[in-house]
């Protein structure tokens, strides 16, 4: 009996032992799964977190990164707040130009690239702007345009280097918003580009615009690097948009305004007037220098109403000029009306119109057509001729011209563009035929890209 | 004409009245300090206003010591700085030149007008048994903190890991950089700036101790409730002194130069310094001090000055792009 109390007795402390080393072994293998669990709860989190901070980094950097862009506005890299901008632009005009009638065998009929102008503009510092336009049209490497403009206030923003002083209307307009392949004749009475200071701004709630300027001095249509004296020329303009804010007023698209510019002439070089065609119909005698003071004056205005668009301007140089011990100051006038209909009804305005459709026959986009038309006469005294400046036999003291066109816009940035000038000479005459200089009549096509 | 021109002073002062409202001030500070400047701001804006009859309005900013200093210097208004460190004050003074050189004397105690140290925020229970630096580099144990180089906290906790190495070491500078290498082998996530760094800890619930600022672990402690987390103060830690200064050139333009040297000046009064006892910053003032002694156990300090050489020279040698924190972290990864 008491083997057996024993025996029972054993056995039952034996599964009593075994019984709680399992329980041992299972509690054990529990903490180490949750130690497992825990560890690896952990790094999830981690991971978690990590990408968390990744993503927040990112959108971080997401909201200083410069954008890219590549649109009708060119092509312009610009950083996060706007406060930088790169524009990269390009203006290519191709011409070929065709002369008809009597005397056109002394031109040549010929394509040639008219204007090849890689552009680069944008602003640094929120405040400051940049444009550098060089052309490399026409076989030549000529820097138009490189300025930098403080826009810190806009009523009075400070531009320094070369630009187009402030006297000329179409002067003033891009080439690629001009209604015609080449500026009326006014324009040979205002400078190109100059190099110079001017303070200019919008006032009167944007109804008025005006410039000043101090430049060098160039010749009537030039261009030039440096001052060939210590004299400047000054130069200014005002024009008024009194009624441009009201979008009902018929009259919204008129402006109306007033260029001028004075300055001394001693030793610049002298003015060459082109025709439409591009061919100098008037130069001076040899032996003839700038000398005294020049005075341009640029009467001028325009209206937009709808598809139609009128743009007039009248130019005055009177300039010192001498040849030997004679001085004289000799006035040149010129004066223009343009007028253009969009026969496609887009707006016309002072920049170029953007088609409704643009080029897309599949889609019934065609771009829009405009038909422009212009007269215009530029004029001398008779005193050109009595002083010796000029010789009767090679330089007209006069010319008209007519001009009509057909422009079509493809795109905001493709345009075509089909030009008939005629211009007449009269008040002076050729050695060799004893009669005026023959008519010039040209035909200019061009295909144009413009983008900046 | 006569009549107009005579008016024309009262219509000038008339207009100049009517165009002054309240007179705006800029803090710009690091990361922790939000609660504390809304406490110093309100008091000191009542004070101003009862003593001057002028409304104020302060503006505070916060981020990152090193990011808010690159910011001032890249234009951001700011009348006053208060950053985690000297060094942040002194780019701003080198680099835009918005403050003479010598700022920092031109306030007691090096413009210091409180200090802080760091210390560790540790899980309920401390269940890896964390109570001294030796503790944070052990296999296991998970640390986190901010990244040196864009945090001020952080380069504190850095050369207060540093700090105690040489000290336990006899001032042996490898064994000192083997245990900083070791430290941040255990540090899973760098976050920028140290409320990234409290969020990761707390919020994510990541690792095992949070290397902080005093007062930034005291907040998380009163605000997360001590059945949450613990702070445990080592034996010894570094003194961190985040200084002051006015801007003096944002200052002048603005015309606030005057009011932004008062706002700091009423930091080391009693009020002030009482203030940033009641936020954990350990005050200049024994008064203040003595009132709150409670909430500051006593340790060993060391300085930035006394084991690094000042800051410049502690910046140069651990933060800068290719410097020891760089070598340590990469080696690490």
Redesign the interface.
């Known amino acids: 009996m008491n083997k057996l109390l024993g025996s029972v007795l054993f056995l039952a402390a034996a599964w009593a032992v075994a019984a709680q080393t399992g329980s041992d072994v299972q509690d054990q293998k529990i903490r180490q799964l949750e130690q497992k669990v825990d560890e690896l709860d952990q790094k999830l989190k981690v991971a978690e977190r990590k990408q968390e901070l990744k993503d927040e980094q990112l959108s971080e950097s997401a909201k200083s990164a410069a954008s890219v862009t590549a649109d009708t506005g060119g092509f312009t890299i610009k950083s996060n707040d706007g406060n930088f901008l790169l524009k990269i632009g390009a203006d290519l005009q191709v011409d070929n130009r065709t002369f008809l009638g009597q005397g056109s065998q002394s031109f040549v009929d010929t394509a040639l690239l008219r204007r090849v102008r890689p552009t680069f503009s944008g602003t640094v510092y929120k405040y400051v702007d940049y444009f550098f336009r060089p052309d490399f049209g026409q076989g030549q490497t000529v820097i138009y345009d490189a300025y930098v403009e403080l826009k810190y206030f806009d009523r009075a923003k400070v531009r320094v280097g070369k630009f187009k002083p402030p006297v000329g209307l179409e002067r003033l307009q891009s080439d690629d918003d001009t209604n015609f392949v080449e500026r009326g004749l006014p324009t040979l009475l205002a400078p190109s580009r100059d190099i110079g200071y001017q303070i200019s701004g919008d006032v009167v709630r944007r109804r008025v615009a005006y410039a000043v300027g101090v430049f060098n001095g160039v010749a009537d249509n030039g261009l030039s690097d440096a001052a060939v004296s210590n004299h400047r020329d000054y130069a200014g303009r005002i024009f008024l948009t009194p009624f441009q804010p009201d979008e009902r007023n018929p009259l919204r698209g008129l402006g109306a305004g007033l260029g001028a510019s004075t300055g001394n002439v001693d030793g610049e070089a002298l003015p060459a007037y082109k025709s439409f065609g591009q061919n100098t119909f008037f130069t001076f005698a040899s032996g003839v220098a700038e000398a005294g003071h020049r005075t341009r004056l640029a009467p001028q205005a325009y209206y937009y109403l709808g598809p139609f668009g009128l743009l007039t301007e009248y130019g005055l140089t009177e300039e010192g000029l001498q040849k030997g011990t004679v001085r004289r100051d000799i006035a040149f006038r010129a004066w223009q009306v343009q007028a253009t209909f969009l026969l496609t009804g887009e707006a016309k305005g002072f920049t170029s119109p953007t088609p409704r459709k643009s080029f897309d026959p599949r889609n019934q986009g065609w771009g829009a057509v405009e038909l422009a038309v212009r007269v215009g006469d530029f004029s001398t005294e008779q005193g050109i001729y009595n002083y010796g400046f000029a010789a009767v036999t090679a330089a007209p003291r006069h010319a008209h011209e007519w001009v009509g066109g057909v422009n079509w816009y493809l795109n905001r940035l493709f345009r075509t563009s089909l030009d008939y000038g005629n211009t007449n000479f009269g008040g002076g005459a050729t050695a060799a035929a004893g009669g005026n200089r023959p008519s010039e009549r040209a035909l200019i096509l061009r295909f144009q890209v413009n983008f900046i | 004409m006569k009549r107009t021109l005579r008016m024309l002073p009262a219509l000038m002062l008339g207009s100049v009245l009517f165009a002054a409202g309240p007179v705006k001030l800029l803090n710009v500070s690091y990361d922790p300090t939000r609660e504390l400047y809304q406490e110093i701001d309100a008091a000191f804006a009542k004070q101003w206003k009862a003593k001057t009859g002028a409304d104020l309005q302060i503006g505070q900013s916060h981020g990152g010591s090193g990011k808010q200093a690159r910011s001032v210097i890249d234009g951001l208004q700011a009348d006053v700085v208060t950053l985690a460190l000297a060094y942040d004050i002194d780019s701003i003074a080198e680099r835009a030149h918005l403050l003479p050189a010598n700022w920092q004397s031109r306030l007691p105690n090096n413009s210091t007008p409180y200090t802080s140290t760091i210390v560790f925020l540790v899980r309920k229970g401390n269940p890896k048994h964390i109570k001294d630096w030796e503790d944070l580099v052990r296999p296991g144990v ?1 640390v986190i903190t901010p990244n040196p180089k864009t945090s001020g906290g952080a380069r504190w906790s850095y050369l207060a890991a540093w700090g105690y190495a040489l000290k336990r070491n006899n001032g042996d500078d490898k064994k000192a950089e083997d245990f900083v290498a070791r430290l941040y082998r255990n540090v ?2 760098l ?2 700036g140290a409320r ?1 760094s409290t969020t ?1 800890f707390v919020q ?4 095992d101790v949070l290397l902080d600022w005093e007062n930034e672990a005291s907040l998380a402690l009163n605000e997360l409730g001590r059945d949450k987390v613990e702070v445990v103060t080592p034996a010894i830690s570094i003194l961190a002194e985040p200084p002051v200064a006015v801007v003096d050139k944002v200052a002048a333009r603005h015309g606030t130069a005057a009011v932004a040297k008062a706002y700091l000046e009423f930091l080391y009064t009693e009020e002030g310094q009482e203030i940033g006892a009641k936020n954990y910053y350990r005050p200049r003032s024994a008064q203040a001090l003595a009132k709150y002694a409670s909430r500051f156990p006593r340790l060993q300090f060391f300085t930035i000055d006394e084991l690094f050489g000042g800051w410049q020279k502690a910046q140069k040698r651990h933060f800068e792009d290719g410097g020891v924190f760089d070598r340590i972290y990469l080696a690490g990864k």
């Open positions: 998970s899973p996530v976050d920028s990234g990761t994510r619930g990541i690792g």
